[in-house]
């Protein structure tokens, strides 16, 4: 009986397992900065999961942060967007990314950001991934204010 | 006797053989030759099947695309084409090479005429091709920057050296898409993964957007 037992709890472990490493997500990361500073917060994707393209959102808090533009990341990806005064007035950055290179993971970009002044604690970067649905895992960012 | 001419005598049997024979090759070849001239119109009909047929597609604001697209490349040596455009202009350097069968072609250059270009080609290392293909690519670009809200017509108006015949292009309607804002853009890309876009409508949709005010 015991040994039943514990043939399943393995089971179950490696079920776990498998179930995690499959799951694809895409990060924005966690980066500090004072106000007055550009800040390059980088955007990861561990696995394309066989997607071609896919439509991002970063929403932050335009009364804190002002969206300077992005750098390219390690993966080649093409990447259109909207124009910077929308994103400022909207406080949202939702590019298409066009992955091109070969690369499965890496960087996408880098997405410019200079800390307005007065701006205090934590300010959140808030990523959803819209389309396709349902394949990544978002895992949102922040920019810690000194 | 001197003087006469000796004909050569033909029997009887002989006169009755050849005209029999003869009458009855006649009536065979009668018989045969609705078979024999219809044989020649399909040989002749499939010698001119062979079209060469421009497909034109908005490439931007400002552009379109032109592909020459060949029915049956069988028997083709060479072409002169010169393709024009309603209130169109292109260079040398907008003809691609990147058409499925163009590599074949050994020489494959273009000169801009008035309002469009000529283009040459002849001498393929790959004679003996079959089936259809694309010659190239032509981008055209509107003189005035209005092919967005004009519609272009294309027409290839000389081929030689080939059995090729032309047709027109069927018009492009390069009307705005109506993608002035951003959420237009991501609805057209929607529609591109859902399957009911291609992804050259998306560019051209963001192509819009950037260029709108």
């Keep these: 009986m015991l040994k039943c037992l514990k043939v399943i709890l393995f089971l179950a472990l490696l079920c776990g397992v498998v179930s995690v490493s499959e799951a694809a997500s ?27 393209s896919c439509n991002i959102s970063v929403v932050f808090d335009s009364n804190k942060l002002k969206f300077l533009g992005r750098e390219n990341g390690n993966m080649g990806a093409g990447i259109m967007g909207p124009k910077l005064a929308d994103i400022n007035k909207r406080g949202k950055y939702n590019p298409i990314i066009s992955f ?38 978002a895992v949102s960012g922040k920019i810690m204010v000194r | 006797m001197e003087g006469r001419i ?12 050849i005209t029999r024979e003869g009458g009855f090759k006649m009536r065979k070849m009668k018989s045969l030759m609705p078979i024999i001239l219809l044989s020649i119109l399909l040989v002749t009909g499939m010698a001119s099947a062979a079209t ?26 060479g072409y002169d ?17 990147t058409g499925s069968i163009a590599a074949s072609w050994t020489v494959f250059q273009a000169q801009a005429v008035t309002g469009g270009v000529r283009i040459l080609a002849a001498g393929c290392t790959a004679c003996g091709s079959t089936g259809a293909g694309n010659l190239g ?9 209005t092919v967005n ?46 399957g009911t876009a291609e992804w050259a409508d998306v560019i051209a949709c963001y192509n819009e957007y950037v260029a709108a005010p």
């Design chain 2, 81 to 97: 084409i010169t393709v024009t455009g309603t209130g169109l202009t292109t260079t040398t350097a907008d003809v691609s090479k």
């Design chain 2, 149 to 194: 809200t004009e519609t272009v017509s294309v027409t290839v108006k000389e081929v030689s050296g080939g059995t090729l015949t032309p047709a027109a292009m069927t018009p492009v309607d390069c009307s705005p898409t109506g993608c002035l804002e951003w959420t237009d853009v991501i609805t057209k890309y929607n529609a591109y993964v859902a």
């Design chain 1, 26 to 52: 895409i990060a924005v990361g966690s980066v500090s900065g004072s106000p007055g500073e550009t800040i390059l917060v980088p955007v990861n994707i561990d696995d394309m999961a066989g997607q071609t």
């Design chain 1, 100 to 137: 091109m290179g070969e690369a499965k993971g890496g960087t996408i970009m880098y997405l410019k950001f200079a800390v307005r002044e007065g701006a205090k604690g934590d300010v959140p970067l808030t990523l959803t991934v819209p389309t396709p649905a349902g394949v990544y895992n």
């Design chain 2, 137 to 145: 690519t032509i981008t055209f670009t509107a003189t005035d920057g």
């Design chain 2, 6 to 17: 000796k004909r050569p005598s033909i029997k009887k049997k002989g006169i009755e053989s």
């Design chain 2, 52 to 77: 060469l047929t421009p497909v034109g597609t908005c490439n931007g604001q400002d552009k379109v695309d032109v592909t020459l697209s060949v029915s049956d490349v069988t028997g083709i040596i």
